[in-house]
């Protein structure tokens, strides 16, 4: 049996082809298509993953879409109505926008039906949005068990769902709706501080170590946020989002500013009031989400946790709750965001059993394409550049690093997910402080406040984070403390509080491995600085020539495409 799922017409658009449990295929639509953020649904990135895996558009048995407004709206008209006599809710209005936007499964319905003119029309299926999330997450942590939680902006009309998962099967514990969400408050105050929300909300989990303890701004987000067992409020007289989702209106009420002062304009100076406010939006954020974890948690004490949805992203409080110790495990998948959602639908149909035959291809990072060297070959000689094969190409690449090289790995099948995890990484030493600064200056033009993260040997993880164990976190979702002795080695990838977002990575990363352990044997420092190889606003690369293009409109000294060892 196989199943294409799909994520579309909204942030993080993407494919994924499952057969019989395995995942055999993922993309997300803007590395093809080369426009980020593209907000569409990913026609061409289907036919792209058919013809990759060679399967006819007639062997596929379902199409499993990751949204469902028809399924949704009587739970979302009934949360609605809920509302009614809380303040600044327009709830008539809000279920009149529930009831047309059931007509969105029309809508994907016949942009399917196109898609597949001339075949046999497949088995078309929708899935409630956080279910989406919640089977990819499960179904790929290897748990027979779990509590799942779900903490996303909004879905057809939740903001945060809880599942007990028992061997393939999900029991809704509990949900919260709009305007209740934890993410949509983080959203509405990073727009407040000259971000764009939805997708800068990294920026100011980024600045927020620079602030400090304010008792008004304490009190402020202490007022407006409520957890009540298990159970997340807000106080809606202080936000608009739940009224208008659009990003050009302001998500934070007049009464919000009586605290936070005016909203901040994007090219404005950060002044100290702004990162005060990071601080303690960020604070809110951890206390709110830790207290409800704590209490479902408490119910069974020793399963694993799962944290799946945009909430996930915030690897920063991903650190905090794993050195807690009041979960006995945690798992976060590759993708979290929406484009997981893709994989998470086209894995419903399938038990547990067989996606557990398949564990190790499913929690893989690397479901994309790959690529050979042959057609890049002449534009490189045409271009000039030189290339040559070593014969220890990790060795090789390693020596450049430790000169203070800066450089881009391409490297076999491009990963699935936010992150760049060694085949489409822009690579440097962390020793030098001034590497950060190079590829701020072409490529990244990321705000100084932001800092760069790192790759890290598994068995050297508890020499430099204060984890007591070297187990394995391959997706740079986690912040970690580092041990004071250490520091001051990695200055171009420690922030100001002294942490590092880290992936661990094993002999199973193949090259990014190799050439690791390779500047650990030069230098005594197990780590590199590991950024994604894109330019400023621009998809990481997909193919040879994406790589080569952002080769020659950067700074970078080197390039590596496969065995390949490009220089200028």
């Not at 090259?511 to 390779?518: E, K, R, V």
Request: hydrophobic share 35%; aromatic share 10%; proline share 5%.
């Amino acid at each position: 049996m196989i199943c294409l799922g799909i994520s579309g017409f909204s942030h993080d658009s993407a494919v994924a082809l499952v057969k019989d449990g395995e995942v055999l295929f993922a993309l997300e639509h803007e590395r093809l298509t080369r426009v980020k953020g593209q907000r569409v649904f990913p026609t061409s990135s289907v036919n792209y993953s058919l013809k990759y895996c060679n399967i006819d558009k007639s062997d596929i048995d379902e199409i499993i879409y990751y949204w469902d407004d028809v399924g949704g709206l009587w739970e979302g008209i009934f949360s609605e109505m809920k509302n009614c006599f809380r303040p600044n809710i327009a709830t008539s209005h809000r279920i009149l926008r529930r009831c047309m936007a059931a007509r969105s499964n029309d809508k994907v319905t016949r942009v399917i039906t196109r898609l597949w003119q001339g075949y046999p029309a497949p088995v078309i299926r929708f899935i409630d949005h956080h279910l989406s999330h919640a089977q990819y997450a499960a179904k790929t942590s290897g748990y027979d068990e779990a509590v799942v939680f779900v903490v996303d902006g909004r879905g057809e009309s939740s903001s945060l769902s809880v599942y007990l998962y028992q061997h393939g099967s999900f029991i809704k514990l509990n949900r919260s709706h709009m305007p209740d969400s934890l993410n949509y408050l983080y959203g509405a105050v990073t727009q407040h501080l000259g971000f764009k929300p939805i997708f800068d909300e990294h920026r100011v989990m980024g600045l927020a170590p620079f602030g400090q303890h304010d008792p008004i701004l304490d009190e402020y987000f202490r007022r407006r946020v409520k957890v009540n067992r298990g159970r997340l409020k807000l106080d809606t007289r202080f936000f608009n989002f739940h009224n208008g989702e659009s990003t050009d209106s302001p998500w934070l009420s007049d009464k919000s500013l009586q605290y936070l002062g005016m909203a901040r304009r994007h090219n404005d100076p950060l002044e100290p009031k702004h990162k005060n406010i990071a601080y303690a939006l960020q604070d809110c954020y951890e206390k709110s989400l830790k207290s409800i974890i704590d209490h479902f948690r408490s119910y069974f004490p020793q399963l694993p946790v799962i944290l799946t949805g945009g909430g996930a992203m915030n690897s920063v409080f991903n650190g905090k709750l794993l050195v807690s110790g009041s979960c006995k495990s945690i798992y976060i998948p590759v993708a979290p965001g929406n484009q997981g959602s893709a994989i998470g639908a086209a894995l419903s149909p399938f038990i547990h059993r067989q996606c557990q035959r398949n564990l190790e291809q499913n929690r893989s990072a690397r479901l994309g394409p790959a690529f050979t060297t042959t057609g890049i070959i002449p534009r490189l000689t045409a271009r000039g550049y030189s290339w040559h094969k070593p014969h220890h190409l990790g060795q090789a690449v390693a020596m450049l690093l430790e000169r203070g090289q800066i450089g881009g790995v391409f490297d076999g099948r491009m990963e699935f997910g936010p992150r760049a995890l060694g085949a489409r990484s822009i690579i440097a030493s962390p020793r030098y402080i001034d590497v950060r600064d190079k590829i701020n200056s072409s490529l990244k033009l990321r705000e100084l406040f932001r800092p760069f993260a790192g790759s890290i040997l598994q068995e050297y993880l508890a020499d430099w984070t204060t984890v007591e164990k070297n187990d394995s976190y391959p997706y740079m979702n986690m912040v970690f403390t580092l041990r004071e002795d250490k520091v001051g080695q990695i200055p171009a990838i420690c922030h100001i509080d002294g942490s590092c977002r880290l992936q661990t990575v094993t002999a199973k990363d193949g090259l990014f491995h190799d050439l690791i352990l390779s500047f650990y044997r030069l230098t005594g420092i197990p780590i590199i600085l590991n950024t994604s190889f894109n330019k400023y606003q621009e998809p990481i690369v997909m193919s040879p020539q994406d790589a080569l293009y952002c080769f020659e409109k950067s700074n970078l000294d080197f390039l590596v495409i496969n065995d390949l060892l490009v220089t200028r």
